[in-house]
């Protein structure tokens, strides 16, 4: 069982649509980032998350430590977000950077 | 703009050349840089820790002698594909955290073809 869990790990969507992904981990963690990863492959870091709920533009982040998960929303869902988002947690010893990722939900919108 | 820079964003070579691919964190000191190798439809797999003026830390099943890393300055990371072969085509990327925070960004990645 991987330590960082995604799902789903494919998800068709129209325009307009509301949209959650989620991430379980298994293991003490520091911070959990949400990624955000183009076509192209250039990552972009969209959430760090260490307690409750971020939101940036229509994008928001929420996490429950003592579950151990994390869900990401879009809201209003555009062709723009069609992308690679991968939830990857740090380590729980402080000064530990090293990240272990998800394998990735691939968001598709439909106009 | 970018805050780390990642070059060359693609590379085509003969097998058996070594490649060298920069990071670079454009606006703040990195002592630590990370370095990603992602296959097609994959995730991001860790191959080893970059440590400022000290010997990298390779992940298991990673060979140091075949990825040469060198972090010789605050703001440079550089992997070196030594002997490279067509099983090594892949997409590389890296990544430094800033501050206390820990704000993570990644470079552009380099996609390196060997023939």
């Known amino acids: 069982k991987n330590e960082v869990e995604q799902s789903p790990q494919n998800l068709t969507a129209q325009e307009g649509e509301f949209i959650t992904i989620n991430c379980s981990y298994s293991?003490?963690?520091?911070?959990l980032h949400w990624l955000q990863q183009h076509p192209g492959g250039g990552i972009v870091s969209l959430f760090m998350?260490?307690?409750g709920k971020k939101k940036h533009g229509r994008l928001i982040a929420t996490i429950n430590i003592q579950e151990k998960h994390s869900s990401l929303h879009i809201t209003a869902s555009h062709p723009r977000d069609s992308a690679v988002y991968i939830c990857?947690?740090?380590?729980?010893?402080?000064?530990?950077?090293?990240?272990?990722f998800g394998t990735g939900t691939r968001l598709t919108i439909i106009p | 703009g970018a805050v780390v820079s990642q070059h060359p964003s693609w590379v085509i070579c003969k097998s058996g050349t070594s490649v060298k691919i920069e990071c670079r964190s454009l606006d703040f000191q990195a002592t630590t840089m990370f370095w990603y190798r992602q296959f097609p439809k994959q995730s991001l797999m860790l191959m080893a820790t970059s440590n400022e003026g000290s010997k990298a830390t390779y992940e298991q099943g990673v060979e140091k002698d075949k990825f040469l890393i060198n972090h010789a300055s605050l703001t440079l990371s550089t992997l070196t594909v030594t002997s490279a072969h067509p099983e090594d085509s892949s997409f590389y990327i890296c990544?430094?955290?800033?501050?206390?925070?820990?704000?993570?960004?990644f470079g552009e990645g380099s996609r390196l073809t060997v023939l």
């Open positions: 990544s430094a955290t800033r501050g206390w925070a820990g704000e993570l960004f």
């Open positions: 293991v003490g963690i520091s911070a």
């Open positions: 998350l260490s307690s």
């Open positions: 990857a947690v740090r380590g729980g010893n402080f000064g530990n950077e090293k990240l272990t």
